[in-house]
């Protein structure tokens, strides 16, 4: 067998997704893949267009890890968002092909069945710990155990996780002149805007005082049945950190997230000898070796790695070998700016692997599941595997052509003295 074409859409129902399409000399046989890098989208397009697909035309799809190699290290330039994002879309491709050719759901062919279904979280956030509460009551009253809670930074022009609070927030701003030029536009503009909005004024002592009083909420109101996470999207430093992850022992997270920035890494051990805390980290990486320090030292408890941004599943199921001996378990990211195949990749390895911990999950608007459906289905608190062959997705190219790309970009975050910070 042999691959004939690679085709790259790009498509925006809601947000810019990308596709990779591989076609086979088998007719009507070929295999999807996401290749979404969330405000680099062109760039991994043009990567799989201008460079990887060509090197493809020809190949027999069956040899997963040779292309895998071939293209990761064969072609010199190695790693990073973009050449890994463009690797996962063509890796995912190629295992929903080989599932498609067996007959079976992606998850056999990684060895079967492990459990019945993955557990997911859900995002829950308000501008207050009232309303964080509020919102969390919802998602357990969908059957969620396991709900993420963030709550709005006090003086902050709009606050990673936390819906609503920037309209609030933006009211009262009397900082110095929003329009900094350049491209930065004034004020919190939506996520997604053509020039990135400005989250301004975020600073860390308020978001250490607001977040262990968070949870301190949350558990009076809640008690302790629900399974609580936070991620602090990598904004603290590592004393601040090992701060924060000490003074919320008491409220016992499930996991905090990202409490460092992953060029970081060494630092996690100031956090981790701090506080029992269980750690999550890695979206942000992007490849195995990223995890080796992380892994052998016993510094984070949840691997969290996108499969769509390191190299597909072929990588991801080596990661989480790497981390089963050290008791480490797998909560792959799973937010909603990767496509439904990357989170039915993540269903398929979550219940075929020993150590998983959880899923996080998001529910696709229509017109996502319209232009490409198959995403996992949740019930009861759980994602469920397609039980289709391959990885169960499919692209609807005709009305992929409905909702054409328009130039988006993640949010940046300044502080009060108007400096740079983490989003
Ligand atoms: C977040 C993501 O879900 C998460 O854990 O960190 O929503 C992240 O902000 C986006 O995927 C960035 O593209
Ligand atoms: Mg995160």
């Not at 900094?180 to 939506?190: D, H, I, Q, V």
């Not at 049945?225 to 997270?253: G, M, S, Y």
């Not at 990588?315 to 039915?344: C, F, M, N, V």
Request: proline letters at 7%; charged letters at 25%; glycine letters at 10%.
């Amino acid at each position: 067998m042999k691959i004939t074409d690679v085709r790259v859409i790009i498509t925006c129902p809601g947000r810019n997704y990308v596709v990779v399409k591989i076609l086979t000399d088998e007719p009507g046989l070929y295999g999807v893949g996401d290749a979404t890098l969330n405000g680099r989208e062109l760039s991994v397009a043009s990567a799989l267009k201008d460079h990887i697909a060509p090197l493809l035309i020809g190949r027999d799809p069956d040899r997963i890890e040779d292309i895998w190699q071939y293209l990761f290290r064969g072609t010199y330039w190695r790693g990073g968002p973009v050449l890994m994002t463009a690797l996962a879309g063509v890796d995912l491709a190629l295992w929903d092909i080989k599932g498609k050719r067996a007959n079976l759901p992606l998850y056999s062919l990684l060895g079967g069945k492990t459990r019945e279904g993955a557990w997911c979280y859900t995002h829950a956030g308000g501008r207050d710990a009232v309303a964080c509460e509020d919102s969390i009551r919802e998602k357990m009253a969908q059957g969620f155990r396991f709900v993420r809670a963030q709550v709005a930074v006090p003086e902050a022009i709009g606050t990673y996780g936390v819906g609503g609070a920037k309209e609030a927030a933006s009211a009262t701003w009397s900082g110095p002149p929003l329009d900094k030029g350049g491209g930065e536009a004034a004020g919190p503009l939506a996520q997604g805007g053509a020039l990135p909005s400005v989250e301004l004024n975020w600073e860390p002592a308020n978001y250490l005082r607001v977040v262990p009083k968070l949870f301190a909420h949350l558990r009076d109101k809640l008690g302790d049945e629900i399974e609580l996470l936070h991620d602090v999207h990598e904004r603290l430093n590592p004393i601040q950190a090992a701060r924060l992850a000490k003074e919320l022992e008491p409220f016992k997270l499930f996991f905090l997230e990202d409490p460092l920035r992953p060029e970081h890494k060494e630092s996690f051990r100031v956090v981790r000898h701090a506080s029992t805390t269980p750690i999550a980290m890695g979206e942000l990486f992007h490849s195995k070796y990223e995890c080796l320090t992380l892994f052998q030292e016993q510094l984070i408890d949840f691997i969290r790695c996108d499969i769509g941004h390191i190299g597909g599943v072929t990588e991801a199921r080596k990661i989480a070998a790497l981390a089963e001996p050290y008791g480490i378990q797998t909560a792959w990211h799973g937010p909603g700016d990767i496509g439904p195949s990357t989170h039915s990749a993540n269903v398929h390895v979550d219940v075929s692997i020993p150590n998983f911990g959880i899923q996080e999950m998001v529910h696709f608007p229509e017109a996502v599941n319209e232009v490409m459906p198959g995403a996992p289905e949740y019930r009861d608190g759980r994602l469920w595997p397609n039980e289709a062959p391959g990885l169960g997705c499919d692209v609807d190219e005709e009305a992929a052509k409905k909702y054409p790309y328009k130039r988006g970009y993640l949010p940046t975050t300044r502080r009060a003295d108007g400096s740079v910070h983490d989003w």
